[in-house]
């Protein structure tokens, strides 16, 4: 019940009986639901933003907005929803170690061929708390990403970064790259 595996970009759940699958699939679509509702809610500020007042204006949307957005999906569904990365920007989104172990296998796969956009994987894993359904779900580098995450940032905006984000390790990234991953944790009892 606990394994699955990661096919070439797609994942199958070996389940132990039609009830956990069940299970299981509910949690699968309510994980990619809210992911989508995440990114949406992003894409959309951050599009608003860039066209009001340029990439210096959107990085408070990436600053303040994704965290907020994050906080208020994690609140109404009682999960714990953010993005994670191998190369961070913010400490504060460091992935765990079934994150990290993750982010790996999403690297892994995009090398030998899989679809980034299309990577995911989830699990069932006992933790001190009780029993939880993890979920997470790849973020390729698209061409807007590079405005901030490339490696030719405007000065301007190196500047902001490195004011913010002293420890910033997310610039340098190529397009269709792994940026990252939206990651879910669903308490389960
Ligand atoms: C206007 C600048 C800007 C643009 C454009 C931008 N980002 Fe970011 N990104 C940031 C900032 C600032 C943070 C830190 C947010 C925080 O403090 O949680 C961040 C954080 C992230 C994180 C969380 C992990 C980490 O490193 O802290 C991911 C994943 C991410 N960005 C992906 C993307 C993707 C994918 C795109 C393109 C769709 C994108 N970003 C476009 C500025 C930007």
Redesign the pocket.
């Known amino acids: 019940m606990k394994r699955m595996l990661l096919l070439a970009g797609t994942v199958v759940l070996a389940a132990a009986s039609p009830a956990a699958a069940d299970d299981v699939d509910r949690r699968v679509a309510a994980s990619r639901a809210a992911v989508k509702e995440f990114a949406t809610a ?2 959309g500020q ?1 599009k608003a ?2 066209e009001a007042g340029g ?5 408070s ?3 303040v907005a ?2 907020e957005i994050a906080a208020s999906i994690s609140e109404r569904t009682g999960w714990t929803v ?4 191998h ?7 460091a992935p765990d170690a079934w994150e990290a172990a993750t982010l790996k296998e999403f690297r892994t796969a995009a090398n030998t061929g899989a679809k980034l956009a299309k990577l995911e994987r989830w699990e069932i894993v006992d933790a001190d708390g009780g029993r939880q359904f993890r979920y997470m779900k790849a ?11 490339g490696s030719e940032i405007d000065p301007a ?1 190196v500047a902001r ?1 490195d004011a ?2 002293p420890e ?3 610039r340098g990234f190529q397009l269709g790259e792994l ?4 990651t879910i944790t669903q308490p389960i009892d």
Do not use: M
């Not at 990439?55 to 990085?59: M, T, V, Y």
């Not at 190369?87 to 989104?93: A, M, S, T």
């Not at 940026?179 to 939206?182: I, S």
């Open positions: 992003l894409q951050l933003a860039l990439p210096s204006e959107a990085i949307v990436c600053n994704a965290p953010g993005r994670t990365s190369k961070l920007r913010n400490p504060g989104n973020i390729p580098t698209g061409k807007p990403c590079l405005t901030c995450h905006i970064l913010l984000y910033d390790q997310a940026r990252g991953a939206f």
